[in-house]
């Protein structure tokens, strides 16, 4: 048999394996098959690549290029997937579980890409807040504002997910602007390779954004400096060996983890068998059990269940598990694979042995399990295996010990309170979910759970169409939790990006403020409109181009006309006594519905022009009410502009409606989007 060598990419080159390299063995049969690292790894060269090559490429670029590169990147891995799929079966993992980290990880880079387009600038600043008045004036104000990190992001990853987890990280990297160093952990490292294979090869990213390590790490570690950030996945053990690194925390390099999870499932008090949530709930737990073969961070080690349901519950999960069917991944009547390697089930029998000081097993033997496909005893394969905790209270390893594979335990709860003080022995988890009805129970649990989770999962009859199940960190929202399970955070959507970004205090004039952060901010200087700014194209707008209408009166019969048009005759409008009796009013007020329609009135350029569409408006306040025979006038200001395409781009107008003292009676921002 040959022995695949899977290489390293660093400083441009791809370098074989050499001294040092590790075996890498199948899932399936146990057979060395591959080979990867290379002690001569130059791990200096590849830090200066990515600090002088891909960090000033990628920082050259602006969040909408670097969101247009996800979505590329995206696309060709899903043009390509076919073969990551083939050889990932090597890894144990089946058809759907690559549909979890191949297709989970593309569907990571897609949205990202979206929300780099819609939530982040066209521009290179992220401006994180809103202004804050630092002066009586407006003179002096404050702004935070966020800018990528001019290091390398060195992303440690588990075994587990040799996709998705390395783009699920690369994903916000790029999007900040700081190239990465990919190393994966060995026994799926070939599956990386691959991907990242087809991504340097798809030309879309600059030379010097990524770079991959497969084996060791050398001393890479040694040389990172406070603009580095280590993401890492995968033990307690490793992060907590990596994180006490002198040299990491001498320099503060930032060093976000995901490590080990005792992840619980907790059945509502009020989801009794024949209910719709009971099922629900041996649903979800068997799949959690079994995707993966148990192997993801996120899978149900702990089953909360009411005491008089622990039987039932037992019963139906112990029929569900007896469905799935332990094979050879790559037959299509195979439910669950094998673990990643032999290491792993003896690591998996180790931690079983231990819950077993706790807890009986109840379903599932390792000694005698059918295998369709494959030889048992060659492969990494077990079986799923149930425990039943009588005494949870006073147990130990049921909510300490991580078997990371198919092994989860049944504990019962007297009441509510005793489910959540359960759910949070686990010492910070990654999720906890709870199959309720009841919003109460859900209230209770996310006020006496949530600080030791980093999410909780509802589920019920209402969203279980729809839901994404237990086990699934989605790109929107944080993965990550307090405690056992690392202490950091990932995702998030662009709370992800940041942790690849310095965010920074900036104070000064509003002028200074902005041309730092290329948004207007009220009081900064105004660009005497040319032509009517409705008149002008996108890309000749520029920040704080503004115009001032007349004014026009408001006249009592503008707000008698109003109200019976509109049919909003709300007193304040039409009947004086009643609304000289509000504090809020001098007497009868003109609507402020009719305020912003003058206002469009005295702004708008009537004729056919690059306005395309009015798309919204933020932000509105009224202060000041207006009364018959007042006068109202605008300004009209070109606050900040947000590229979508080659055809149009989107404008927001910061519009101020005064009075005839020039108090100002309202304010907002109004949205369009203007032909390019
Ligand atoms: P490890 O902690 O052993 O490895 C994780 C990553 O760290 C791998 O890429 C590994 O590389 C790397 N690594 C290990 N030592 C060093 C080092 N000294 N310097 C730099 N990098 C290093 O976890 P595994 O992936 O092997 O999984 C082992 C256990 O971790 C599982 O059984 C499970 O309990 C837990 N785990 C928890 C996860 C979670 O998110 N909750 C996810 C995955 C695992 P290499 O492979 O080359 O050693």
Known sequence: MTIEQISSFAAGQWIAPGSGARTIHSAITGAPFASAGNDALDVQAMLDHARNVGGPALRALGFHDRARMLKALAAHLGAHKQALYDLSFNTGAT????????????????????????????????????????????????????????????????????????LEKLAPTILAGVPAIVKPATNSCYVTELAVKLMLDS?????????????????????????DVVSFTGSADTALKLRQ?????????????????????ILGPDAAPGTPEFDLFVKEVQREMTAKAGQKCTAIRRIIAPENTVPAV?????????????????????????LVSLDQKQDVLAKA?????????????????????????????????????????????VHNTEAFGPVSTVMGYR?????????????????????????????????????????????????????????????????GGPGRAGGGEEMGGVRGVMHYMQR?????????????????????????????????????????????????????EDIEHFAEFTGDTFYAHTDEDAAKRNPFFPGRVAHGYLLLSF?????????????????????????????????????????KKTRRNDEYGEVRWHVTLTDQDDEKVAEYELLTMNAY
């Open 95 to 166: 058809q759907s579980d690559h549909l979890i980290d191949i297709d989970g990880g593309i569907g990571t880079l897609f949205v990202f890409a979206s929300k780099g387009r819609r939530e982040m600038p066209d521009g290179q600043v992220y401006v994180d807040g809103d202004v804050e008045q630092l002066s009586r004036n407006g003179t002096f104000l404050g702004q935070h504002i966020c800018t990528p990190l001019h290091g390398v992001a060195v992303h440690i990853n588990a075994f587990n997910f040799p996709v998705w987890g390395m």
């Open 203 to 227: 030309g879309i990213l600059p030379d010097g954004a990524l770079q991959l390590v497969t084996g060791g790490l050398g001393d890479m570690l040694d040389r990172l400096t406070c603009q």
């Open 245 to 265: 690194n002198p040299h990491i925390l001498e320099n503060s390099v930032r060093f976000v983890a995901e490590q080990d999870s005792l992840n619980a499932s």
């Open 314 to 338: 037992i019963e139906a999960l112990s029929a569900r598990l007896a469905k799935t069917t332990i094979g050879d991944p790559r037959l299509e009547s195979t439910r669950m694979g094998a």
């Open 353 to 397: 042995a231990l819950i077993a000081e706790d807890a009986e097993r109840v379903y599932g033997d390792p000694e005698n399990f059918a295998v369709e496909g494959a030889d048992a005893e060659a492969g990494a394969f077990l079986p799923p295996m149930l425990f039943h905790c009588a005494d949870p209270d006073n147990a130990r390893h």
């Open 415 to 479: 009441d509510l309170d005793h489910a959540i003080a359960l759910a949070n022995r686990g010492e910070g988890s990654l999720v906890a979910s709870v199959i309720t009805h009841d919003p109460t129970v859900a209230r209770e649990v996310a006020l006496g759970a949530g600080a030791f989770h980093g999410r909780l999962y509802f589920n019920n009859r209402d969203s279980m169409k729809e839901s994404t199940g237990h086990g699934s960190p989605l790109p929107h929202m944080v993965h």
């Open 504 to 556: 920074t205090a900036i104070q000064g004039s509003p002028d200074i403020l902005s041309a730092i952060a290329d948004v207007w901010v009220p009081e900064a200087q105004e660009i005497k409109a040319e032509a009517h700014p409705f008149t002008r194209r996108f890309h000749d707008l520029s920040i704080g181009e503004t115009i001032h209408t007349d004014p026009r009166t408001v006249s009592l």
């Open 599 to 639: 206002a469009a009135g005295l702004f708008v350029e009537p004729n056919e022009g690059p306005v395309l569409a009015n798309t919204g408006l933020d932000n509105l306040r009224f202060m000041k009410p207006v009364s018959a025979g007042d006068a109202i006038k605008v300004r009209l200001t070109v606050k």
